[in-house]
């Protein structure tokens, strides 16, 4: 099955603790990106990678890290920095300027 | 300015009527956009994309963009209350990320 996969699908985290979520695609996309999504609210760009090894802060990068290793995987940290991140995050894939695939998500709640 | 804009709604609808979802966008170097459907709690799902200007159909979904207007929209004929959801446009081009707007919530009155 092709796809794109993110886990865990629910995440709790303690004040201070970093954790990393998964995101895995076997689609052969280039980018991948993360979204963040409160309640309510739209889509906002943390990070996205067009290629391994170079990835471009987006709109809320602080508080957030990721690497790109392998074209498969883009795992995103939520360090101790960000202060307020209860939110649904979003991992996308696409080609270049192409129509982006979504995984299931992951809800991060901090306990 | 939001590089994407659209009407957050809710609009509401009449089951059977067409609903008309619109969409803005703010840099001319964009050259594709998208229409995504999302549920509440569920991910963003694809429904139509549209690189030129004028009309794509797709069974009962229409995209329509205008570049000189910086302008894109999306028709949904013969609504059922199935198409409630938040309706995100979405743009790329050259080296920039896909950018979302803030979605427009669709209300279908059975």
Known sequence: ?111 | QKEVEQNSGPLSVPEGAIASLNCTYSDRGSQSFFWYRQYSGKSPELIMFIYSNGDKEDGRFTAQLNKASQYVSLLIRDSQPSDSATYLCASAGGRRALTFGSGTRLQVQP
Request: charged fraction near 20%; aromatic fraction near 12%; charge should be neutral.
């Open chain 1, 1 to 111: 099955d092709g796809g794109i996969t993110q886990s865990p699908k629910y995440l709790f985290r303690k004040e201070g603790q970093n954790v990393t979520l998964s995101c895995e695609q076997n689609l052969n996309h280039d980018a991948m990106y993360w979204y963040r999504q409160d309640p309510g609210q739209g889509l906002r760009l943390i990070y996205y990678s067009q290629i391994v090894n170079d990835f471009q802060k987006g709109d809320i990068a602080e508080g957030y890290s990721v690497s790109r290793e392998k074209k498969e995987s883009f795992p995103l940290t939520v360090t101790s920095a960000q202060k307020n991140p209860t939110a649904f995050y979003l991992c996308a894939s696409s080609i270049l300027q192409g129509e982006a695939f979504f995984g299931q998500g992951t809800r991060l709640t901090v306990v």
